[in-house]
């Protein structure tokens, strides 16, 4: 029997009697004798029975041949195949290997399942007017098909709209900012985007915003003409003054007008007394403003200088929704010792409840609580003007009832008809004048407060 061996390009006889190798030339040869011999009726030669020459076979460790039949030369052998090669095992368990492989990468990138991305990365908003900034845009998109989202944020100045969609109908949330309430600093958000068939379930987007102006801090300066020399607003901050505390309620909020008169009216802090060294002006400002926030209005504690003088003056501020700044003195009784220029008014029974008019250069004006209409600078110079308007008219009335007194004489009967009617209308002339300083004087305290002096610095702190 023959086989072909690839590595030589040559025949090889297995029979162990004859073992050779032979050349395509030499098989032609024996091709052809074998063709010529069985023509002629010649019995076939064995292959062996050649005298080339040939290698004598040399077992090979990995083959054997077996006789069937014995051992006997010239019986039929059979063989016994050569060993399975170790490139099998090997090309199987690469092959096991990369199926798996693959296997493992589909699992984990798994292609058929949708990835929700989002656009821009990252939200920045300044503030620098005291204006809400402009709303800014949030893009949604799905990968594949369309998924369900839930967005959510941890800031209350940051609101989401919509809050939750699908990809194929809401692929926008707007972001906008609300600056009620909020005054200067830094702050950080988070934007959380819920995905529950998406491969990302979660997407965190930071937010930052920078508030150097609020609406509160400009209506300040705009209330006190203040400049960052002369005016200094905090916020969360004791004052830089020994002995106060300041308690501060998370959850108050901003009152009305209406709402901060009333509260002023029923708060006893202005019949405490003012004692030298123990209660004075800081304490009172102090104890309203605690009393303030427990009651949930918001309250801050202001410190005045005023130009030529070492000493200086403690007060209560507050931001009425609607109004604007209000600043509110409600130093009791005994103040007047150290300011004689209000002792006329401590004497005259007022109210100690007082709204005060603070404004950077002008003096420090008082109006008691009953007749103080506005809280802006401009009215308090209009009631000043009133106040001096009045004080002018009744001496000027007075100066009418002296002549017209004079003119009369003491008489009851006028008997020319001339002097009469000058009388007459001298009379109510009077009389409309008397009226109208009357009405006049409802506006007007019977002894109003004297100024404390020219405003030069002001600390206001919540």
């Not at 029997?1 to 032979?22: E, G, H, I, Q, R």
């Not at 003195?329 to 006329?344: A, L, R, Y």
């Not at 950077?360 to 308090?380: H, I, K, Q």
Request: glycine share 6%; proline share 5%; charged share 25%.
């Amino acid at each position: 029997m023959l086989y072909f061996d690839y590595n030589t390009l040559s025949w090889t006889c297995t029979n162990p009697a004859c073992k050779k190798v032979y050349k395509y030339e030499e098989l032609d040869k024996i091709a052809i004798t074998r063709g010529n011999v069985t023509r002629h009726g010649r019995s076939r030669p064995h292959l062996e029975d050649r005298t080339d020459n040939y290698e004598p076979y040399q077992p090979d460790v990995h083959s054997r041949f077996q006789s069937s039949h014995g051992s006997s030369y010239g019986h039929r052998t059979t063989y016994e195949p050569q060993k399975k090669s170790r490139r099998v095992p090997i090309i199987i368990g690469i092959t096991l290997a990369c199926i798996f492989a693959f296997v493992i990468f589909i699992i984990r990138t798994d292609p058929f399942t949708p990835t929700l991305s989002t656009n821009p990365p990252a939200f920045s908003f300044c503030v620098y007017n005291g204006l809400n900034p402009p709303s800014q845009a949030l893009d949604i998109e799905s990968s594949g098909r369309a998924i369900t989202w839930f967005a959510i944020d941890d800031a209350r100045w940051l609101d989401l709209d919509p809050i939750d969609g699908t990809t194929d109908d809401e692929t926008q949330i707007t972001l906008s900012v609300d600056l009620s309430e909020m005054h200067p600093g830094e702050y950080t958000a988070t934007i959380t985007i819920y995905v529950s068939q998406a491969k990302n379930e979660l997407i965190e987007i930071p937010a930052s915003l920078v508030v150097t102006e609020t609406e509160e801090t400009l209506a300040i300066k705009e209330a006190v003409s203040g400049s960052v020399n002369d005016l200094e607003i905090y916020y969360d901050k004791q004052p830089l003054y020994s002995g106060f505390n300041l308690v501060n309620n998370p959850s108050a909020t901003n009152p009305t007008w209406g709402q901060l008169l009333k509260f002023i009216s029923s708060d006893a802090t202005d019949q405490q007394t003012y004692i030298e060294g123990e209660y004075m002006c800081g304490s009172f400002a102090e104890t309203l403003h605690n009393n303030a926030e427990q009651e949930g209005i918001r309250a801050a504690w202001v410190a005045v200088d005023f130009a030529g003088n070492s000493v200086g003056h403690a007060l209560n501020a507050f931001y009425a929704v609607g109004t604007g700044l209000v600043f509110v003195d409600c130093t009791g009784g005994g103040f007047e010792v150290f300011i004689p220029s209000s002792k006329d008014s401590y004497n005259c029974d007022n109210d100690y409840d007082k709204i005060a008019y603070v404004q950077v250069g002008s003096e420090y004006g008082l109006v008691g609580l009953d007749y103080a209409r506005w809280p802006s600078y401009d009215f308090y110079e209009g009631y000043l003007q009133d106040q001096q308007d009045y004080e002018r008219r009744v001496e000027e009335y007075n100066e009418r009832v002296d002549e017209y007194n004079s003119l009369l004489g003491g008489r009851t009967v006028i008997k020319n008809i001339f002097e009469y009617s000058r009388l007459e209308a001298m009379y109510n002339e009077l009389e409309e004048e008397r009226v109208a300083l009357e009405s006049l004087q409802e506006r007007l305290e019977d002894c109003p407060w004297e100024p404390l002096g020219v405003v030069s610095h002001v600390e206001v702190y919540w």
